[in-house]
């Protein structure tokens, strides 16, 4: 059974910055698309940042300049390294991937359990 788990939400300053990791334990799997969704208060989810298994990024338009995505797929992890931080930032984020088993052609869609990142002063 893989899991997500998700590390480096706090409480940050505006303008500050945090480090998001996300971990999937497990063996025998490779590690598909994958993204950063976040979630305010009384607000939909939204996606913040994708990667793809080649490195291709996306990110939606209220965070480009300011957080970065990446992935070590040696070390079947994800990041998301987020600057400049904002109050309207303040959201619990949730790392989301495809997960694919070594040797098959089925993949699984896995979410990490989320971690609350508040921007205030």
């Known amino acids: 059974q893989v899991q997500l788990v998700e590390s480096g939400g706090g409480l940050v300053q505006p303008g500050g910055s945090l480090r998001l990791s996300c971990a999937a334990s497990g063996s025998a799997f490779a590690i598909g698309p994958m993204g950063w969704y976040r979630q305010a208060p009384g607000k939909q989810r939204e996606l913040v940042a994708l990667?793809?298994?080649?490195?291709?990024?996306n990110y939606t338009d209220s965070v480009k300049g300011r957080f970065t995505i990446s992935r070590d797929n040696a070390k079947n992890t994800g990041h998301l390294q987020m600057n400049s931080l904002k109050p309207e930032d303040t959201a619990v984020y949730y790392c989301n991937a495809d997960i694919i088993p070594k040797y098959s052609y089925t993949s699984n869609n896995y979410w990490g359990q989320g971690t609350q990142v508040t921007v205030s002063s």
């Open positions: 990667i793809t298994s080649g490195g291709i990024t």
